[in-house]
């Protein structure tokens, strides 16, 4: 940010009755602020100070929303944080607006990308050979293989891109059948028909497990639970699976392909290795006779996430992503906002959003699912913020949603997934996932996202095996720092160098050049995070 003498504070909304301060390094008490008061306290950057006498008891108004009351007397010019609010009571989903959805946005044509077409319809942006597992109990077996399929395959498959283990904790040990344990039976599923692995579907099992090959991809119905048809939680929808007209397939998988190691064929370590690398053979061949073509950003599916969260995140880089999403959903594209945690307290601007009544229900239905989910562990939302969130300026999980809800940009919402669910319909999607970086990024994955963008203030180095991730940086001091991880600074508009749609254009542009090849910063590096499954089944 500014590091100039000259004091910079942004105040988002006129009725607000604090300012959040720009400098590095934050002001020191005494700083007159131009236009407002003289700070009684140092204030940190990204922190609040009041712009006018708030006695105990006062609503603090961030964005126009009361984020919170002053739990003791703050002077003009004092340093307003967690310790001196009283965060309010989540909304209630009694009498929220109803849809009052905003019109369409106007078609954006003309903008194109060179991707990999698939059987299916869907496109991928990386062609990589994926090797999804039934059981943990394999996850060093195939970490071994797939360094062996680095080293001595994938050399003579010069289009293949990389292969990664879908590797994960779960299919033993649990409750296979109870309610709940379908999120995490078809987030597995749906991860290994993700538009980045062509098709290709090889599994690796052990053979005791309760999670069988066969019951991740049975050979006739899979359950599929929508969001319409699924109010209950965990309740199963209809069954049915979909089918790839032209490819062999089994279970209505393309491409499909499994190993198990307890099978008697396997004497000795090298045995499976061997049987791995061997049907690895065909899946890369298969992949390796793909040519990326020109096709038009509506067969983008983008997620948005945030992580490392700080108090530019709304003013800088989630406004621009905002912007983005917009662009992307005026091409005919699919992009998914998620975070149930982080977008409950706008659950009002929500459903004011929804295309339809149905939508603005299946809205109201997930995140109270979620509340519930919480409940039982006797937890709510407001274990969401970290005690980075609060040293980067957020004061509560009410501040935090304010800025994390404009990711999802201004038009209508057209729909809503459960988690681990696969998106079906373009347009903007509530994908309705908790805010672990991990677990959505995995949820957003199995929903079928070929493009992830993700902002931070904090920072994180966090990037995935499966999709790029393109991350965007909320303060110019972390992208400055972080030059080498940071793929977009947003910080810009904070100094005054760029503004929300100079940086949205920006993103807007840069997706399209990631989903034909360009690599992100964190795939250069290949920083990989594990995937993490949303499990709330009980474990036995």
Known sequence: MNTAATPRTIRIHPADNVAVVVNDGGLPAGTALPG????????????????????????????????????????????????RLV????????????????????????????????????????????????????????????????QDLLPQYPNVDGVVGLTHSYGCGVAIDAPDAIIPIRTVRNLASNPNFGGEVMVLSLGCEKLQPERLFPAHAIPIQTATDAPAAGAAGPW?????????????????????????????????????LTQARGHLERLNRRQRETCPASDLVVGVQCGGSDAFSGVTANPAVGFATDLLVRAGATVMFSENTEVRDAVDQLTRRAATQDVADAIVRELAWYDAYLARGQADRSANTTPGNKKGGLSNIVEKAMGSVVKSGNGPIHGVIAPGEKVTQKGLIFAATPASDFICGTLQLAAGMNLHVFTTGRGTPYGLAECPVIKVATRDDLARRWHDLMDINAGRIASGEASIQDVGWELFQRLLDVASGQRTWAEKWGLRNDLVLFNPAPVT
Not at 51 to 75: Q, S
Not at 240 to 262: H, I, K, N, S
Request: aromatic share 6%.
């Open 87 to 150: 965060m309010p009571g989540a909304r209630s989903f009694d009498k929220l607006p109803a849809p009052q959805p905003p019109a369409e946005l106007p078609p954006l044509t003309g903008h194109t990308f060179q991707g990999y077409r698939n059987a299916d319809g869907s496109v991928g942006t990386r062609n990589l050979l994926a090797i999804t597992t039934t059981v943990q109990c394999v996850a060093g077996v195939l970490e071994f293989a797939v360094e062996r399929i680095r």
């Open 36 to 83: 407002g008061p003289t700070l009684v306290h140092a204030v940190p950057q990204g922190h609040k100070v009041a712009l006018a006498d708030l006695p105990a008891g006062t609503a603090v108004r961030r964005y126009n929303v009361v984020i919170g009351h002053t739990a003791v007397d703050i002077p003009a010019g004092g340093w307003v944080n967690e310790q």
């Open 240 to 276: 049915e699976v979909p089918t790839v007209p032209g490819r062999e397939t089994r279970g209505g998988v393309a491409g499909f392909g499994a190993v198990c190691l307890q099978d008697d064929q396997h004497v000795g370590f090298m045995s499976m290795i061997d049987s791995i």
